[in-house]
Nanobody, 123 residues
Framework: QVQLVESGGGLVQAGGSLRLSCAAS????????MGWYRQAPGKERELVAG???????NYADSVKGRFTISRDNAKNTLYLQMNSLKPEDTAVYYC?????????????????WGQGTQITVSS
């Protein structure tokens, strides 16, 4: 199993910046892709940004050019640098990790979530 703990959320004015971190522990050797999702009140959870173990990234159109996802595999930590924040970025942000553990006689894939961290952007 993998445990994910986010940090770095808070209140910021529009145009400001925040950096989220997600520390992973447990079976981290099995972690493949990781990502940040967000869920605003009354809306479905959506992908903000994703990154493979090799470093390939993808972003939601709404955050391209403003957010940067990165990961430090040695530290088992995922980051999200958020610049030029807008009120519509207000949401609970969740860290996600997909895991694949396999051997000669077994294969197991799972997905884990952090507890979420609130980001509030005031206008």
């Amino acid at each position: 199993q993998v445990q994910l703990v986010e940090s770095g959320g808070g209140l910021v004015q529009a145009g400001g910046s925040l950096r989220l971190s997600c520390a992973a522990s447990g079976d981290t050797i099995c972690i493949s892709a990781m990502g940040w999702y967000r869920q605003a009140p009354g809306k479905e959870r959506e992908l903000v940004a994703g990154i493979t173990r090799g470093g390939s990234t993808n972003y939601a159109d709404s955050v391209k050019g403003r957010f940067t996802i990165s990961r430090d595999n040695a530290k088992n930590t995922l980051y999200l640098q958020m610049n030029s924040l807008k009120p519509e970025d207000t949401a609970v942000y969740y860290c996600n990790a997909d895991t694949v553990c396999s051997g000669s006689y077994y294969y197991r894939a799972d997905s884990y979530w952090g507890q979420g961290t609130q980001i509030t952007v005031s206008s």
